[in-house]
Structures are given as structure tokens and as C-alpha cells.
């Protein structure tokens, strides 16, 4: 037997034993005065971990003959599924098969800095041909992810470019919302190259309106970079398009039965891109955003996922057929960023066809009532100098760049533990940046001037010279990283922290 279906077999084993089976007693301890979990070593002979989780490298076939080497969760990608029970106890043992100390970033949770899964905060490596055991309280409920924290820069075979993703399901106490099936769907790009400033600008969001000041600024120090004979900042195109790790047409098709209502749990893996999804004849009623229910489920023709969100939504199946599906990007569906929805009794070539013109608004799922006034505001400005680190562009929060050394740096901000806490965040760039908090829930509460509450995330797309405000409560003492998801610009600078006071 290899040890990739070894692993496999292990993991299948240990991931049943936790269904309806008492929680086993592990090495793990608790801190009473914070209620944090805290991680330790196994100790000798001490019991097996509810979870195992082995990180190597090995070949994965996203469609017949395209088979790519990529740094994996237990041998496949997407990372397994990780079903767990909100607040009660898991123990996962991470193992490092490969020869780079690994950070499992758990996304989305309020777990403690030790478990999180980030350097900048604190959390130790798990070791290269290593191993760590942490256990803690999955939390809140809902549809979060995992996948590795390492820098990137311009290795293009780790980071999130890597096989280094899955999702996470946290059973909440009572499960909302009427369904008949629920279908997971994690859409990842793969075979990364660099290209000179080759990304297009994206509109999709509403309000669309720049402001005009912040793109005056951009614009000049752009305009005064290039002039200086600076080419465009590195940006990262793929040659191949998944979605569950397979191209279109070469994965398994979703099936369906006609009035079936389908509860689809969709994440963007991707490290560096924004996605769009539509399925033609068919509408998405979003009932949860990054895995909280939203004040105003509501329904919509196309869903726009940055990366790192997700989306739970769900289609009446109503339009029998077999369609396709897909990112709205034609270049992109071709080369596999798509899958086959196929009715029961139906067949033939899968049918795609675009959707109206639609913008995607979150205040759509808010309320129009404004949210309670924060204690505390912080005022952020990110703004980009072109091509400023070897040929990188180099970005800034109000002016500092995180450095790329690897070291622990003081935090920037200031939380008080228990009060809220406003970010108003200014875009002095063209990019849409995907702005995400750890170990903590923020609500949206102004979306480029218009007021908002009700939706809660934990990654918000900041349009192109466009300003959001976002609040949330500080809950989860420790040092707490705030940084783009995009990996380029999280790589290079777009990072900061945050301690309790
Ligand atoms: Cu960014």
C-alpha cells in the first residue's frame, strides 16, 4: 500500500470515529482564566488525535493526463472536509512532511493565538518533518476554511499558489434554513506564472463611484513612477482552472433532481483572484456570507467571491437540463473554472449561456439601519508603490509596509477588550483588495458611502479608490493580524497587527 492511500485510509478512519463517538481525552490543557485552549505535544502514548492532517507533496490530477505536483492536505485537493460541533472540543494533529515549517491557518475562528495559525501573531511552526497537536473550540458556527499561512513572495509553488486548502464545517446548535442537500465547492486556480501589470481593473461592485480625491492620488504617484522609467509591478496569471480540483468537464457532475432546493457552500481558494459564479436559468438565494447567516437573505443572478470569501446560497432547481456551472470570465470557464450541473433523466453537452448585467452589492443582504456608533475608530489608507521591491509592487497601510523578514513586529493598533472598534479604510489604489481580520467577526458598516448593518464577515472586498467602514468588537485578547488576502500584496507589505491594551 503507498502511503498517500495510507494516509487517506487514516484520515477516513479517524474522521469517522468522531461521528456520535465520545470526544477522546487528549494531552492538550486548558487556561482557566481565558478559557483558551492551548496546544501541546502528544505525550508519549497518549491517545489519537479526532483529526489528522499530513501535509506533503505529491501529484494531483485535475483533469485526465494534467497532473501537477502540489503541497497538499492528506494527499488530495481540496483539502478533506473538517466537519466539526460548535464549541465542543477537537483535537487535530498537523503533520509536516515536507522540508518548509507550515502555518495551518484556521480562517474564520476565534481561536487562541496559538492555535491560529500566523507567525506575525505568534503561533509556532509546525516544524519541517515535524509535527504539532492543538485542540480548541471550533467557533462560531458556520462555513469557515483552512489552508496554510506561509509567505510566498515570489516562490510560486507555496503559499496559498499551493495545494494548502480546504473547508470547514461547524455544525451551529440548530441548523437554519430548509434545504434538501448541501453541496460543497471550493474554486482554486493552478500553474501560476508572473506577468508586468497584466490584471485588468474589475468593475462588478456597487456603489461603483471612486472617490475622486483617493484616485487622484493613486493615479499621479502611478503616473510619477512610470515616469521615472519604472515597468508595471509583477501580477500572477494561471494555466489552469478547478473547482473540487477538477477542470470543467472532467470532475464528477453536481446532480440534481428537478425542485430540489441545493444549498450550495462555496469558497475561493484562489490566492490571488476574484471569482464570479453563475449557473444559467438559475438565481442564488444567499442565506449566509463567509459563514454567517446575513440579516436579508436575497436572491441574485450571479455571485462575486474574493479571495478567501465564501458564499452559502441556495438554487431551487428548477430549469432541468445539464449546464455549466461558471466564472463569467470566457478565458477562464475554457480553461476550467467551472462544473456540470446535470438533472436527473437529463443529458448532453452541458449549455452555458451569460447572465443579466448584475453588480454585487453587499448591503443588498444588510439592514438600512445604521450600526451601533463604534468607541474607538482607526483610520486606514492603503496605497501601492509600483514595482518598489525587485520589480514587486510594494504596499502600504498609512504609509509602513510590513516587513518581509519573518520577524515579530510591535502592533500598530490598539484594541480595549470589549469595546467596538471601527476601521474606516481608504483604497488609494485601482485594485480591489480582499481586507481580512483574524480571530475575530466584523459587521460592514458603511460600504463607499452607504450606510449599512447586518453583515457580518471576515473578508470584505474593498473596491478600487473606494472607502468602507468596518466594526467589530474586541473579543479575542492577543495579538490579532489584519492584512490583504491577496497573496502578492499580503506578501509584500499589505499586513498589519493589532494588540489588547
Ligand atoms: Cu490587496
Not at 505535544?41 to 507533496?57: F, H, L, Q, V
Amino acid at each position: 500500500m503507498d502511503r498517500l492511500s495510507q494516509s487517506r485510509r487514516d484520515f477516513l478512519k479517524t474522521a469517522g470515529m468522531t461521528m456520535g463517538a465520545a470526544i477522546l481525552p487528549s494531552s492538550a490543557t486548558i487556561c482557566p482564566t481565558s478559557n483558551a485552549w492551548l496546544a501541546s505535544a502528544p505525550a508519549e502514548g497518549s491517545a489519537k488525535a479526532d483529526y489528522t492532517i499530513r501535509i506533503a507533496t505529491t501529484p494531483i490530477e485535475i483533469a485526465p493526463d494534467r497532473i501537477l505536483s502540489l503541497t497538499t492536505y492528506n494527499g488530495q485537493f481540496p483539502g478533506p472536509l473538517l466537519r466539526f460541533k460548535e464549541a465542543e472540543q477537537v483535537t487535530v494533529d498537523i503533520y509536516n512532511d515536507t522540508s518548509v515549517p507550515e502555518q495551518l491557518h484556521w480562517h474564520g475562528q476565534k481561536v487562541p493565538v496559538n492555535v491560529d495559525g500566523a507567525s506575525e501573531e505568534g503561533t509556532p511552526y509546525i516544524p519541517a518533518h515535524g509535527m504539532r497537536r492543538i485542540s480548541f473550540l471550533p467557533r462560531p458556527a458556520g462555513f469557515r476554511f483552512y489552508h496554510t499561512h506561509n509567505r510566498a513572495g515570489a516562490n510560486l509553488s507555496t503559499g496559498l499558489y499551493s495545494g494548502q486548502a480546504g473547508a470547514v464545517y461547524i455544525e451551529p446548535k440548530d441548523e437554519a434554513g430548509r434545504y434538501d442537500r448541501e453541496v460543497f465547492l471550493v474554486l482554486k486556480e493552478f500553474e501560476p506564472t508572473f506577468s508586468r501589470g497584466g490584471d485588468m481593473a474589475q468593475d462588478f461592485l456597487s456603489p461603483s463611484t471612486p472617490l475622486q480625491a483617493l484616485k487622484d492620488a493613486g493615479e499621479s504617484a502611478m503616473k510619477a513612477s512610470l515616469a521615472k522609467g519604472m515597468p508595471r509591478g509583477y501580477e500572477v496569471g494561471y494555466g489552469s482552472f478547478t473547482i473540487n480540483g477538477r477542470m470543467l468537464g472532467h470532475g464528477e457532475p453536481i446532480r440534481v433532481k428537478q425542485g430540489e432546493r441545493v444549498l450550495f457552500h462555496i469558497l475561493n481558494g484562489s490566492a490571488t483572484e476574484i471569482r464570479s459564479l453563475a449557473l444559467p436559468g438559475h438565481t442564488f438565494q444567499v442565506v449566509a456570507l463567509d459563514g454567517n447567516a446575513v440579516a436579508t437573505p436575497a436572491r441574485v443572478p450571479v455571485l462575486w467571491i474574493g479571495t478567501a470569501e465564501r458564499v452559502s446560497a441556495i438554487v431551487q432547481m428548477n430549469h432541468p437540463g445539464v449546464w455549466i456551472l461558471g466564472d463569467l470570465d470566457n478565458d477562464d470557464r475554457h480553461h476550467g473554472m467551472g462544473a456540470v450541473v446535470e438533472y436527473a433523466g437529463r443529458s448532453g453537452k452541458p449549455l452555458w449561456t451569460a447572465p443579466p448585467a448584475h453588480r454585487w452589492d453587499y448591503t443588498v443582504f444588510g439592514r438600512k439601519e445604521t450600526a451601533p456608533a463604534p468607541e474607538e475608530t482607526f483610520e486606514m489608507a492603503f496605497a501601492k508603490d509600483n514595482a518598489a521591491d525587485e520589480g514587486f509592487n510594494r504596499w502600504t497601510i498609512n504609509g509602513v509596509a510590513y516587513p518581509m523578514t519573518g520577524e515579530t513586529m510591535p502592533a500598530a493598533f490598539h484594541l480595549h477588550e470589549g469595546r467596538r472598534h471601527r476601521i474606516r479604510m481608504r483604497n488609494v489604489s485601482d485594485d480591489i483588495h480582499p481586507i481580512h481580520l483574524h480571530r475575530h467577526t466584523f459587521e460592514l458598516t458603511n460600504v463607499n458611502g452607504k450606510p449599512t448593518s447586518g453583515v457580518l464577515k471576515d473578508v470584505v472586498m474593498l473596491g478600487g479608490y473606494q472607502t468602507m467602514d468596518i466594526d467589530f468588537v474586541a473579543d479575542d485578547p492577543g495579538l490579532t493580524l489584519f492584512h490583504c488576502h491577496q497573496q502578492l500584496h499580503m506578501d509584500y507589505g499589505f499586513m498589519t497587527l493589532f494588540d489588547y491594551v
